[in-house]
């Protein structure tokens, strides 16, 4: 896939829905009865590169505060949903240590690499920032955790949604409606080729998490040193 043309095909669209009203807000962020939980294997960006996701949000809440905005906290990038949040799920229904086990065999031989945060993208129902692995290492990674995953009897929901093969960041979810929709593109369109730092990946985490990767609702479950 190339990834710049991924991107920019993605915020094209995406701001022509956004313009046109066609975007999506989601209503289950603020509710105290949304109970959906899964688990994410995730890299966490470094404060400094996340301190300046947050200067970009700050231009987006000045022109408007009521959207969801991500804290440095809950920042991450997706390796693999291990298994994607559903209603009802809890950690005693499966062995951790199986799990653990299997990435750390995933990560055999995987070595450290770089990622790029430079430019954002949107969806319909929020803003992402883009990045950009330095090489296919992420790549030979969520591959070895389908393979070793599809060949046991593990519960998993890999690639039940969409086949991930970016390195994105959701950082904005539209919980109402835009109050200044034309104001918040403008600060989009100053931000679109934004470079946000990059940085050498040597940690992933595997974490229970509900659906927005919230700290308050997350558990770490096992680190892993690449």
Same mark, same amino acid.
């Given at each position: ?27 289950? *962020?603020?509710? =105290? ?35 969801? +905005? !991500? ?31 299997? /990435? ?5 031989? *995987? ?8 430019? #954002? ?5 929020? #803003?992402?920032?883009?990045?950009? =692995? ?8 969520r591959n070895n ?16 949604? +969409?086949? /991930? ?28 080729n934004s470079d ?7 940690e992933l985490e ?5 659906? !927005? ?14």
């Amino acid at each position: 896939m190339n990834l710049t043309e991924h991107y920019k095909e993605l915020y094209e669209s995406s701001i022509r829905l956004i313009e046109n009203g066609d975007y999506k807000t989601d209503l289950l *962020i603020d509710s =105290p009865a949304d109970r959906r939980f899964g688990i994410t294997l995730l890299i966490r960006p470094p404060e400094n590169v996340k301190n300046k996701i947050q200067l970009f949000l700050d231009d987006l809440k000045e022109v408007d505060p009521s959207q969801y +905005y !991500y804290p440095n906290s809950d920042i991450h990038i997706t390796v693999m949903s291990i298994i994607s949040c559903y209603e009802g799920f809890h950690l005693d229904q499966i062995s951790i240590v199986n799990y653990i086990d299997l /990435i750390q065999e995933s990560l055999n031989e *995987i070595a450290r690499f770089k990622i790029k945060f430079k430019g #954002i993208t949107a969806s319909d129902s929020g #803003i992402m920032i883009q990045g950009f =692995p330095e090489n296919d290492i992420l790549n030979r990674l969520r591959n070895n955790l389908r393979t070793k995953f599809r060949n046991s009897d593990l519960e998993q929901s890999i690639d039940k949604r +969409y086949s /991930i093969q970016t390195a994105h960041s959701t950082v904005v979810r539209f919980r109402r409606k835009l109050k200044n929709k034309n104001e918040f593109l403008e600060v989009l369109e100053i931000h679109k080729n934004s470079d946000f730092g990059s940085f050498e990946v040597k940690e992933l985490e595997l974490v229970f998490n509900d659906w !927005y990767q919230r700290k308050r609702n997350s558990k770490l479950l096992e680190k892993f040193r690449v």
